[in-house]
């Protein structure tokens, strides 16, 4: 799942170099925990939100056979 979100996500961003994904495990979720280059957590976020759900619904869809819970954060920095 991992692989999956760096690539779109390096797709998006002006700062490919910066994008980084930690992997948190739960009792019944697996936290998936996105940073990338201050200039562009925008890009990331889109418009009211639309690329991050779009990015979201992606990951739930590549995980529906999992026994555990997706879900994916955006870190902002500062």
């Given at each position: 799942?991992?692989p999956l979100i ?5 797709a998006?961003?002006d700062?490919?170099?910066?994008v980084a994904v ?6 019944m979720?697996v936290?998936y ?6 200039d562009?957590?925008?890009k ?5 939100g639309?690329?991050?759900h779009?990015i ?9 056979g999992?026994p555990?819970?997706v879900?994916?954060h955006v870190?902002?920095?500062?």
């Amino acid at each position: 799942m991992k692989p999956l979100i760096e690539t779109i996500v390096k797709a998006l961003v002006d700062h490919p170099e910066a994008v980084a994904v930690e992997t948190r495990e739960e009792e019944m979720a697996v936290i998936y925990e996105l940073s990338v280059h201050d200039d562009d957590i925008g890009k990331v976020i889109g418009k009211q939100g639309r690329t991050i759900h779009a990015i979201r619904t992606v990951v739930y869809a590549a995980a529906a056979g999992s026994p555990k819970r997706v879900i994916v954060h955006v870190k902002e920095k500062g």
